[in-house]
């Protein structure tokens, strides 16, 4: 089985209220699951981050779907290459919210990662957006 990461980032066509996020990660939850795909989603400041792992023809199918959905835009690939291990393989899809104001943290982990606080993944490269979304998930892993 060819194992691919792809890290893509885009801009929400409006700002996502909380329902309309919750709505994103069932369906996610949902399709990821039957098509063997992890992975984390990362929304701040009306921007979304996401890094999808799995089979290579799988990803890819997952990725055209979700360019095409209406809500977001700009979408672009960061990081895309093969993979020996899964990073997110406790999670169909792990969401991470960096506006809320409770998880000041996350804000330094941006800051580290990209030299500015302001959630801007479409200025990141493929390697900052990697190490952020990836020390992102530290805070829920759960010890094996
Ligand atoms: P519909 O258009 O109602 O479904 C049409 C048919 O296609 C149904 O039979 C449905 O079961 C099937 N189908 C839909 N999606 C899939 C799929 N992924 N695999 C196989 N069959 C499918 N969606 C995800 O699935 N995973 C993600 O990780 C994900 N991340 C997203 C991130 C962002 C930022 C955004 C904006 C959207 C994301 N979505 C994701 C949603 C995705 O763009 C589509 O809206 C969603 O896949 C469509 O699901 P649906 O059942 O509402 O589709």
């Not at 399709?31 to 799995?54: P, R």
């Not at 360019?67 to 690939?77: F, G, K, T, V």
């Not at 998930?137 to 010890?143: L, N, Y």
Request: hydrophobic share 40%; proline share 2%; with cysteine.
């Amino acid at each position: 089985m060819k194992l691919i990461r792809l890290i893509y980032a885009s801009a929400a066509r409006t700002e996502m209220s909380y329902a309309e996020l919750t709505n994103i990660l069932r369906t996610a939850e949902a399709h990821n699951g039957q098509q063997g795909i992890t992975g984390i989603l990362c929304y701040g400041g009306g921007m979304f981050l996401q890094a999808l792992e799995g089979e290579r023809a799988v990803v890819n199918a997952l990725y055209n779907r979700i360019i095409a959905d209406p809500r977001h835009e700009q979408c672009e690939i960061l990081r895309y290459g093969r993979i020996a291990t899964r990073r997110y393989d406790q999670w169909k899809m792990k969401f991470v919210g960096i506006d809320d104001p409770a998880t000041a943290h996350r804000r330094d982990l941006v800051l580290r990662h990209s030299g500015t606080s302001n959630f801007t993944p479409l200025q990141m490269t493929g390697g900052q957006a990697s190490a952020l979304l990836y020390d992102l998930s530290h805070e829920f892993r759960i010890a094996a």
